[in-house]
């Protein structure tokens, strides 16, 4: 059974850093990973979705990495700024459109 | 554009009482998922939907029901609330499978007690 993991749970750090998100997955066959954006109180947002036979994906400051043989994938965003804190979730696709989640990670961009 | 339309955003239901929770899209896509988000938890599938009468269960469907008449709408009843069904649940629809983004509802938060 697929299991998805998201580690730290919680992340703060300093306006303008650099910084990775972490998701690790347990089978490797997978068709995709996306990468969602959850602010509190809301819907969740695809960021980035990176198809199987593709490394990475990138769309402004956001780059999302995946090792399908290691089981991880990393989102890194780069400069960060107080409008980025939400919780970043992970999500695996290996039964055709049916996701499997992480836990998520709550990021807090400090000014 | 409203993407995927969830009603209502906030119930508080009575063990044993009934509900039907809304979800519209006007996007046109076939495929629609339900999920529940519990505190500090990833989401979980309910049911789902690859089109207009075709519906499926997902890892926790126990205590609900799906139905899928129209490619728009796809409503989730709770026919029994108990305090366990109490969490935030989200709709989502794509176009296809697999390697399309997943469009969200904004959630409906439902305590029963």
């Known amino acids: 059974k697929q299991e998805v993991t998201q580690i730290p749970a919680a992340l703060s750090v300093p306006e303008g850093e650099n910084l990775v998100l972490n998701c690790s997955f347990t089978d490797s066959a997978i068709y995709n990973l996306q990468w969602f954006r959850q602010d509190p109180g809301k819907g969740l947002t695809s960021l980035l979705l990176i198809q199987s036979s593709q490394r990475e994906q990138t769309s402004g400051r956001l780059n999302a990495s995946l090792d399908k043989s290691s089981g991880r994938s990393t989102l890194y965003i780069a400069a960060s700024q107080p409008g980025d804190s939400a919780t970043y979730l992970c999500?695996?696709?290996?039964?055709?459109?049916?996701?499997?989640f992480g836990q998520g990670t709550e990021l807090s961009v400090k000014p | 554009n409203a993407g995927v339309t969830q009603t209502p955003k906030f119930r508080i239901l009575k063990i044993g009482q009934s509900m039907t929770l809304q979800c519209a899209q006007d996007?046109?896509?076939?495929?629609m998922y339900w999920y529940r988000q519990d505190p500090g938890m990833g989401l979980k599938l309910i049911y789902y939907s690859v089109g207009a009468g075709i519906t499926d269960k997902g890892e926790v469907p126990n205590g609900y029901n799906v139905s899928r008449s129209t490619t728009e709408d796809f409503p989730l009843r709770l026919e029994l609330a108990a305090p366990s069904q109490t969490s935030v649940y989200f709709c989502?629809?794509?176009?296809?499978?697999?390697?399309?983004?997943?469009?969200f509802g904004s959630g409906t938060q439902l305590s029963v007690l």
């Open positions: 999500a695996v696709d290996n039964q055709g459109g049916k996701l499997i």
């Open positions: 989502a629809a794509t176009d296809r499978v697999p390697n399309e983004k997943l469009f």
């Open positions: 996007m046109n896509h076939n495929y």
